[in-house]
């Protein structure tokens, strides 16, 4: 980095060359503007390690980028230590690429190590990027215009290549490919992908034994491959552990005999989209991995290797038959094979078994798998051929480790499920289901879901009892004392005892009123979930011994959720439930989280200990309506959209919430007073229309203040407000004063100040030593603006919107950084400006002058004066609009004032 006297002799070079476009003056005041000891850019503020540090994560086209942003990083990216970094380089995206520009960048590159070229690829241009860059070890060519020739040029001068991938080529044959491998036995990965307009016959014959053929990974896709060169492959290439052949066609049947002793390092074989019909594979001791998806013709798969893992079969519409004998595989997928009729699975570590939507599969080749007991995760959606009964009469017994069931998208009108170590079960889309039975004394986690004709009673005789019981129409609820109760406890052996989590989702027979009387019984349960059941009235939760959280999403009907006498209730959530909720009533003394997005409410009851926030919307909505919230721990308070919200139910409610210290009002329209608690430290209030009283407690200091859109409020209130809060307010916000033509604030605390919607305001003045954010917005008649803050520089005022209106600024202010451009861009027609109390200089003068050509008058009052402008005191100083370089002919005059009173700061 050059020092300071090098910057400005290369400043006058440039001047007296005509390359620099303002005055000598002009670039001084900006550099010194910044503080930064004549540095041209904010970016050299860093050190040049820590700037070649930031460029070397460039890739090459991002460094052209950056070098056209200024000069200095122009030099800087010219750097050969910088470019000789760079591994990989990609030609393949560049909107104007030139063999001259790209050889200009493989000079520069000498050390990368990857090369992808596109469209412009000449054999020319390869042979000179191979020698270019000596240490390259993957070549990537995409181009139809890639040749035999070309690949004779990577043959010849690409003997340190590792990788070689070919793309889109229609005239490479694979005699040329053949030669390569004899000329660079070393290389390791060789992929082909060709245009399947234009296929390409893979038969490989280096003249290298097979011994020094080090080929370890291949990818030949869109390709003819017969099984004979296949084998061809195998035996060339024995060291291959990676085989893509996706989209080849002509390997109708791939066996073991048909491929012979080859592949016996193969851990990896992708057939996805082939023609094949049958795969066979017995003898390869290291295959992990086979992916066989979208294989229409497949028929048939019969792999015996010790080390497989996967098995992809995907939309695989005709395979029949699968048969695997594996020792490590985990996860058997067998999903959407709706012609699969034999299916054989052996492994002694076999955990999941999906065959969801085999609809042809029956019962007895699911009896007769070899690792059925070892199985820990089932599901059978959709298999038409298994009747569920049959399955939990037959299946379940013979899972000894089973403990998570799917079943569903079946035809059954019953369904009983009897294990010992099930935890988890889920039924799902069955028509014409009547009734659930469970017995599971282990179970945890129940979930049902798309079940029509599936009644509520039926569900829960299901879950509790273990069977199917009769129930009075007129009783739904039975009391705790009588015998009926007694015979509906809970066991050991029936029901679902130990279930958790209960997950009710889209039964349209589900209206509440047995699961309020009934859900006692669930002594274990710990989390409810109910969605989109639509016709869900009531949920009364009253003595739940273990419920933890209740979450109820989008039941469009429900009127009434009680949740009392439970005492380990920490969470509820309501949301999109019902546009007029007739009673919410919650009583919990560990209640936590509560959410209600998306309800209105009649009538709203929140108790509890532990609650610390709460966002209150929709409640009295009518005059008839009631608000009832007692919650002693409460600190964030929030209540939006009630309507018909009076000063009584607010002043109840503040009072039965004594350590609230942020408080939010908005949209509640009959509000007109509130008396603000001695605890409440962040006060909020928007969009009451008929507030036009606010009392702040002795004791109340408030450090953050919105007011917003409240036009009943008086300017004496809100100066009586910010009297208050004068020596404590570090934040303040006011939107939407309508009438107000002046504003005056002096907040020696303030550290942030929005002002927003002041249609009408035509003065501020504002006086915040402190302030660190300032956001003007929405006053497009403010003309007049003094500030006095105690440091400019490290004012944020991103977010404000130029003041096109602004005439006249008074800046008070010790530390006048950036002050140029601050004002050339906020204050772009300021015609008269007031500096107090700064270090001045000619030269800054003279940039704020040329950056607002419409000031006419800048004064300077009890401003230190450097030499260059104390020459001209007492002055005025009168300057010329050519002077300072302005695009209109105004002219502009420097008025002293050094023994004016001093502004307070």
Same mark, same amino acid.
């Not at 990083?73 to 030609?91: G, K």
């Not at 992990?288 to 013709?297: F, L, T």
């Not at 595989?329 to 009729?341: G, H, I, S, V, Y």
């Not at 404000?800 to 602004?806: K, R, V």
């Given at each position: 980095?050059?020092?300071?006297?090098?910057?400005?002799?290369?400043?006058?070079?440039?001047?007296?060359?005509?390359?620099?476009?303002?005055?000598?003056?002009?670039?001084?005041?900006?550099?010194?503007?910044?503080?930064?000891?004549?540095?041209?850019?904010?970016?050299?503020?860093?050190?040049?390690?820590?700037?070649?540090?930031?460029?070397s994560?460039?890739?090459?086209?991002?460094?052209?980028? %950056?070098?056209?942003?200024?000069?200095?990083?122009?030099?800087?990216? !010219?750097?050969?230590?910088?470019?000789?970094?760079? =591994?990989?380089?990609?030609?393949?995206?560049?909107?104007?690429?030139?063999?001259?520009?790209?050889?200009?960048?493989?000079?520069?590159?000498?050390?990368?190590?990857?090369?992808?070229i596109?469209? &412009? *690829?000449?054999?020319d @241009?390869?042979?000179?990027?191979?020698?270019?860059?000596? #240490?390259?070890?993957?070549?990537?060519?995409?181009?139809?215009?890639?040749?035999?020739?070309?690949?004779?040029?990577?043959?010849?001068?690409?003997?340190?290549?590792?990788?070689f991938? &070919?793309?889109?080529?229609?005239?490479?044959?694979?005699?040329?490919?053949?030669?390569?491998?004899?000329?660079?036995?070393? @290389?390791?990965?060789?992929?082909?992908?060709?245009?399947?307009?234009?296929?390409? #016959?893979?038969?490989?014959?280096?003249?290298?034994p097979?011994?020094?053929?080090?080929?370890?990974?291949?990818?030949?896709?869109?390709?003819?491959?017969?099984?004979?060169?296949?084998?061809?492959?195998?035996?060339?290439?024995?060291?291959?552990?990676?085989?893509?052949?996706?989209?080849?066609?002509?390997?109708?049947?791939?066996?073991?005999?048909?491929?012979?002793?080859?592949?016996?390092?193969?851990?990896?074989?992708?057939?996805?989209?082939?023609?094949?019909?049958?795969?066979?594979?017995?003898?390869?001791?290291?295959?992990?991995?086979?992916?066989?998806?979208?294989?229409?013709?497949?028929?048939?798969?019969?792999?015996?290797c010790?080390?497989?893992?996967?098995?992809?079969?995907?939309?695989?519409?005709?395979?029949?038959q699968?048969?695997?004998?594996?020792?490590?595989?985990?996860? $058997?997928?067998?999903?959407?094979?709706? $012609?699969?009729?034999?299916?054989?699975?052996?492994?002694?570590? *076999?955990?999941?078994?999906?065959?969801?939507?085999?609809?042809?599969?029956? /019962?007895?080749?699911?009896?007769?798998?070899?690792?059925?007991?070892?199985?820990?995760?089932?599901?059978?959606?959709?298999?038409?051929?298994?009747?569920?009964?049959?399955?939990?009469?037959?299946?379940?017994?013979?899972?000894?480790? @089973?403990? #998570?069931?799917?079943?569903?998208?079946?035809?059954?009108?019953?369904?009983?499920?009897?294990?010992?170590?099930l935890?988890?079960?889920?039924?799902?889309?069955?028509?014409?289901?009547?009734?659930?039975?469970?017995?599971?004394?282990?179970?945890?986690?129940?979930? %049902?879901?798309? +079940?029509?004709?599936?009644?509520?009673?039926?569900?829960?005789?299901?879950?509790?009892l273990?069977?199917?019981?009769?129930?009075?129409?007129?009783?739904?609820?039975?009391? $705790?004392?009588?015998?009926?109760?007694?015979?509906?406890?809970?066991?050991?052996?029936?029901g $679902?005892?130990?279930?958790?989590?209960?997950?009710?989702?889209?039964?349209?027979?589900?209206?509440?009123?047995?699961?309020?009387?009934?859900?006692?019984?669930?002594?274990?349960?710990?989390?409810?979930?109910?969605?989109?059941?639509?016709?869900?009235?009531?949920?009364?939760?009253?003595?739940?011994?273990?419920l933890?959280?209740?979450r %109820?999403?989008?039941?469009?009907?429900?009127?009434?959720?009680?949740?009392?006498?439970?005492?380990?209730?920490?969470?509820?959530?309501?949301?999109?439930?019902?546009s007029?909720?007739?009673?919410?009533?919650?009583?919990?003394?560990?209640?936590?989280?509560?959410?209600?997005t998306?309800?209105?409410?009649?009538?709203?009851?929140?108790?509890?200990?532990?609650?610390?926030?709460?966002?209150?919307?929709?409640?009295c909505?009518?005059?008839?309506?009631?608000?009832?919230?007692?919650?002693?721990?409460?600190?964030?308070?929030?209540?939006?959209?009630?309507?018909?919200?009076?000063?009584?139910?607010?002043?109840?409610? /503040?009072?039965?919430?004594?350590?609230?210290?942020?408080?939010?009002?908005?949209?509640?329209?009959?509000?007109?007073?509130?008396? %603000?608690?001695?605890?409440?430290?962040?006060?909020?209030?928007?969009?009451?229309?008929?507030?036009?009283?606010?009392?702040?407690?002795?004791?109340c200091?408030?450090?953050?203040?919105?007011?917003s859109? @409240?036009?009943?409020?008086?300017?004496?209130?809100?100066?009586?407000?910010?009297?208050?809060?004068?020596?404590? /307010?570090?934040e303040?916000?006011?939107?939407?004063?309508?009438?107000?033509?002046?504003?005056?604030?002096?907040?020696?605390?303030?550290h942030?100040?929005?002002?927003?919607?002041? &249609?009408?305001?035509?003065?501020?003045d504002?006086?915040?030593?402190?302030?660190?954010?300032?956001?003007? !917005?929405?006053?497009?008649?403010?003309?007049?603006?003094?500030?006095?803050?105690?440091?400019?520089?490290?004012?944020?005022?991103?977010?404000?919107?130029?003041?096109?209106?602004?005439?006249?600024?008074?800046?008070? +202010?010790?530390?006048?950084?950036?002050?140029?451009?601050?004002?050339?861009?906020?204050?772009?027609?300021?015609?008269?400006?007031?500096?107090?109390?700064?270090n001045?200089?000619?030269?800054?003068?003279?940039?704020?002058?040329?950056? *607002?050509?419409?000031?006419?008058?800048?004064?300077?009052?009890?401003?230190? *004066?450097?030499?260059?402008i104390? =020459?001209?005191?007492?002055?005025?100083?009168?300057?010329?609009?050519?002077?300072?370089?302005?695009?209109?002919?105004?002219?502009?005059?420097?008025?002293?004032?050094?023994?004016?009173?001093?502004w307070?700061?």
């Open positions: 980095m050059s020092d300071d006297s090098g910057v400005r002799e290369r400043m006058e070079t440039e001047e007296e060359s005509g390359t620099l476009p303002r005055t000598h003056w002009d670039t001084e005041e900006f550099l010194e503007d910044e503080g930064y000891s004549f540095h041209y850019s904010l970016l050299e503020i860093f050190s040049p390690e820590i700037l070649f540090h930031i460029l994560h460039l890739e090459w086209h991002q460094l052209g980028v %950056v070098a056209q942003t200024c000069r200095t990083l122009y030099e800087m990216c !010219q750097s050969p230590a910088l470019w000789s970094r760079i =591994a990989h380089l990609d030609f393949r995206m560049c909107q104007e690429p030139t063999e001259e520009r790209i050889l200009k960048v493989l000079q520069l590159c000498k050390h990368a190590d990857y090369l992808a596109g469209s &412009i *690829l000449t054999d @241009l390869l042979a000179n990027s191979l020698n270019y860059c000596l #240490e390259l070890r993957n070549l990537h060519l995409e181009s139809e215009h890639t040749t035999d020739d070309s690949v004779a040029i990577v043959a010849e001068k690409g003997t340190r290549l590792r990788s991938t &070919i793309v889109n080529s229609r005239e490479v044959t694979s005699a040329a490919i053949s030669k390569l491998l004899t000329s660079n036995p070393s @290389l390791q990965e060789l992929g082909i992908m060709v245009d399947w307009r234009h296929p390409m #016959e893979i038969w490989l014959q280096p003249e290298q097979p011994s020094a053929i080090q080929l370890r990974q291949v990818c030949f896709q869109r390709c003819r491959l017969s099984v004979e060169r296949l084998r061809s492959l195998g035996q060339t290439c024995p060291l291959l552990q990676d085989v893509d052949l996706s989209a080849c066609y002509g390997l109708q049947e791939i066996t073991q005999q048909t491929i012979g002793a080859g592949f016996r390092g193969l851990r990896e074989l992708c057939l996805r989209a082939t023609d094949i019909e049958n795969l066979e594979l017995t003898e390869l001791g290291e295959l992990e991995s086979v992916d066989c998806s979208k294989c229409s013709g497949l028929e048939s798969i019969t792999i015996n010790v080390a497989l893992r996967r098995l992809d079969v995907t939309e695989c519409t005709f395979l029949q699968v048969n695997i004998k594996s020792r490590v595989m985990r996860e $058997a997928k067998f999903r959407d094979l709706p $012609a699969l009729t034999d299916l054989s699975v052996e492994s002694e570590k *076999l955990v999941t078994l999906d065959i969801s939507y085999s609809t042809e599969l029956s /019962l007895q080749k699911l009896l007769s798998l070899p690792s059925l007991s070892c199985v820990e995760t089932l599901n059978i959606t959709g298999c038409k051929q298994l009747n569920l009964t049959e399955v939990n009469s037959l299946l379940l017994p013979r899972m000894p480790h @089973l403990s #998570e069931l799917v079943c569903g998208d079946v035809s059954s009108h019953d369904v009983t499920v009897r294990s010992l170590t935890t988890g079960l889920i039924i799902k889309d069955i028509q014409h289901l009547p009734c659930v039975s469970v017995n599971c004394p282990s179970l945890q986690r129940f979930t %049902v879901e798309r +079940c029509a004709d599936l009644t509520e009673p039926e569900l829960l005789d299901g879950l509790i273990g069977r199917h019981t009769k129930r009075s129409q007129q009783i739904n609820k039975v009391t $705790a004392m009588d015998e009926p109760t007694r015979s509906r406890l809970p066991s050991l052996s029936h $679902a005892p130990m279930m958790q989590h209960l997950t009710i989702r889209q039964i349209p027979n589900m209206v509440g009123s047995c699961l309020s009387g009934d859900g006692a019984s669930f002594v274990c349960l710990k989390v409810l979930e109910i969605e989109s059941c639509q016709f869900m009235k009531n949920l009364e939760i009253d003595g739940w011994p273990s933890e959280e209740v %109820v999403y989008s039941s469009k009907k429900l009127s009434n959720l009680v949740v009392i006498n439970s005492p380990h209730v920490t969470t509820v959530i309501t949301q999109w439930c019902s007029m909720m007739e009673k919410f009533h919650v009583v919990c003394d560990k209640l936590q989280t509560l959410k209600t998306g309800c209105s409410f009649a009538n709203y009851t929140v108790h509890s200990k532990s609650l610390r926030q709460l966002d209150v919307s929709g409640v909505m009518k005059p008839t309506d009631t608000l009832d919230i007692r919650c002693e721990s409460l600190v964030d308070l929030t209540i939006l959209k009630c309507e018909n919200l009076s000063e009584v139910y607010l002043s109840k409610l /503040l009072s039965s919430c004594p350590n609230v210290t942020n408080l939010r009002l908005s949209g509640c329209n009959q509000v007109n007073y509130v008396k %603000v608690p001695a605890t409440v430290t962040h006060l909020s209030l928007s969009a009451l229309r008929r507030l036009s009283q606010v009392v702040l407690e002795d004791r200091r408030l450090t953050v203040l919105h007011l859109h @409240l036009p009943k409020v008086s300017v004496d209130l809100r100066l009586q407000l910010l009297s208050r809060c004068q020596n404590s /307010l570090c303040l916000e006011l939107r939407g004063l309508p009438h107000e033509t002046q504003l005056s604030l002096t907040l020696p605390q303030l942030s100040f929005t002002l927003d919607q002041c &249609i009408h305001l035509t003065g501020l504002l006086t915040c030593p402190l302030l660190r954010y300032l956001r003007l !917005q929405g006053c497009p008649k403010l003309s007049s603006f003094s500030m006095k803050v105690g440091n400019l520089a490290s004012l944020q005022v991103d977010h404000s919107s130029p003041l096109l209106s602004l005439k006249a600024l008074q800046l008070a +202010c010790n530390n006048l950084r950036f002050l140029a451009r601050i004002l050339g861009y906020y204050c772009p027609n300021l015609e008269e400006l007031v500096l107090s109390g700064d001045t200089s000619m030269t800054r003068v003279c940039s704020i002058g040329h950056n *607002l050509p419409s000031l006419h008058t800048i004064t300077l009052q009890n401003c230190t *004066l450097e030499e260059d104390a =020459a001209h005191y007492p002055g005025p100083i009168h300057l010329r609009a050519a002077d300072l370089h302005r695009t209109t002919l105004k002219d502009m005059v420097v008025i002293f004032q050094q023994n004016a009173s001093k307070k700061m």
